[in-house]
């Protein structure tokens, strides 16, 4: 775990990029890549955990299991998507004490009803805006520690428009939230009248999807916008279907996998990655432990 918070660490520059991860595998990469933060997405476990698209699949006990094991192998700020909090404000109180234990540093929930969506999907639907805020109200006081942030998530750009939006991202600061994420922005001035619209009293967040709503910008650009923080977090998964795509085609039609070694890691490259030799190296010196003798009273 790094030394400063989460909190202290978006309050300064540059802004804080978060690529998505699913497992410790794809964390332990990444974090070896220098990345201080990392995004639990749920679409992402959506897809390699269950094969499925995100459409609110996932239950809590699955991204806590995974939040849990992650937090296990790296060190890095974790900033989990909890989705709807999977339920009512009650739910709320649950899921971010199960996470909170589990490893996370920032937990993320979103106005939606079911049936739930992907952010960059359409046909979405929204609860309440004071339902929301109440949700988010919910998670504040439910928290053990005051540097686990609540990020408040709105959908409202695809189904109420984009006041409708801000306006509900304001409601959601006035109740407690910690960082605020206006979901898909349609256009490149939408995502500057977002920081225009919200200040700069709280962190802003803004989301990257390859081929999403939201005009693809690079992360100095959004932070000369005003954004603090910036997510990837489906692209790793788009980017190994593809690999895995690829590799197993390859080996289909050759018989091999020669072909494809070049873009692979062989059998001890990546033992060397995932610290094989240190974990074999620390187990010997538990591999022959004999006690010493007890020392009698005035034999010293």
């Not at 698209?53 to 060190?75: F, Q």
């Not at 962190?203 to 693809?216: R, S």
């Amino acid at each position: 775990m790094t030394e400063q918070t989460l909190r202290t660490r978006l309050a300064r520059p540059p802004i804080l990029i978060a690529p998505g991860v699913y497992d410790p595998l794809t964390a332990l990469i990444a974090e070896q890549a220098g990345f201080e933060a990392l995004y639990v997405s749920g679409a992402a476990i959506a897809y390699a955990r269950l094969g499925r698209p995100d459409i609110g699949l996932v239950s809590l006990s699955e991204v806590v299991d995974t939040v849990a094991l992650i937090r296990e192998r790296v060190g890095s700020y974790l900033v989990v998507d909890a989705d709807t909090g999977y339920g009512n404000a009650l739910n709320v109180e649950r899921t971010v004490h199960l996470l909170e234990r589990a490893g996370a540093n920032a937990i993320q929930l979103e106005d939606q009803d079911f049936p739930k969506r992907c952010g960059h999907l359409d046909d979405k639907a929204l609860i309440p805006a004071p339902e929301m805020a109440g949700k988010i109200k919910a998670a504040i006081d439910a928290r053990r520690s005051a540097e686990t942030l609540i990020i408040a998530r709105t959908d409202a750009v695809a189904v109420e428009g984009f006041e409708a939006a801000i306006a509900r991202t304001a409601l959601y600061r006035e109740a407690g939230a910690d960082m605020l994420f206006v979901e898909a922005p349609r256009q490149r001035d939408e995502l500057g009248r977002v920081t225009a619209a919200l200040g700069k009293s709280l962190p802003l967040m803004a989301n990257m999807v390859e081929g999403g709503k939201t005009p693809m910008m690079t992360a100095p650009e959004l932070e000369a916008l005003g954004f603090s923080f910036v997510i990837f977090p489906g692209g790793i998964v788009r980017a190994l279907a593809k690999a895995a795509q690829d590799f197993y085609g390859t080996l289909k039609e050759n018989g091999t996998t020669d072909p494809f070694r070049s873009r692979m890691f062989d059998f001890d490259a990546l033992n060397r990655l995932i610290g094989t030799p240190d974990m074999l190296a620390r187990g010997k010196r538990y591999a022959g432990f004999e006690p010493q003798p007890a020392v009698k009273p005035g034999e010293r």
